[in-house]
């Protein structure tokens, strides 16, 4: 059974950090791409961040680039994402997620497994 399981999220002050993992199983990382979304209430969500298993590159949007770094531990089954500078519009649920060849475009319609979420909450 394909499982994703996110861990590391919690309450931190704007311009903190945190370090979120996902756990993945029951599928290779060879084949697939892991992407990480998010979403605050009462709003869609929005994809933050994949990192591509062909190749290892990696991609993010706008709104977080520079900011949030995407990596990967293969002997772990994990990847991660490191989140600076952390604002209070960083708040949500955020989820991995596994994608195929055009999950960079970090797309719902490319994302086929998905986690459960871990909350992140950026306030004062």
């Known amino acids: 059974q394909v499982q994703l399981v996110e861990s590391g999220g919690g309450l931190v002050q704007p311009g903190g950090s945190l370090r979120l993992s996902c756990a993945y199983s029951?599928?290779?990382?060879?084949?697939?791409?892991i992407g990480w979304f998010r979403q605050a209430p009462g709003k869609e969500r929005e994809g933050v961040s994949c990192?591509?298993?062909?190749?290892?590159?990696?991609y993010y949007a706008d709104s977080v680039k520079g900011r949030f770094t995407m990596s990967r531990d293969n002997a772990k089954n994990t990847v991660y994402l490191q989140m600076n500078s952390l604002k209070p519009e960083d708040t949500g649920v955020y989820y991995c997620?596994?994608?195929?060849?055009?999950?960079?475009?970090?797309?719902?319609?490319?994302?086929?497994?998905w986690g459960q979420g871990t909350q992140v909450t950026v306030s004062s």
């Open positions: 997620a596994r994608g195929g060849p055009h999950g960079w475009l970090l797309l719902h319609s490319d994302y086929d497994a």
């Open positions: 990192i591509n298993s062909s190749d290892g590159r990696t």
């Open positions: 029951g599928f290779t990382l060879d084949y697939y791409a």
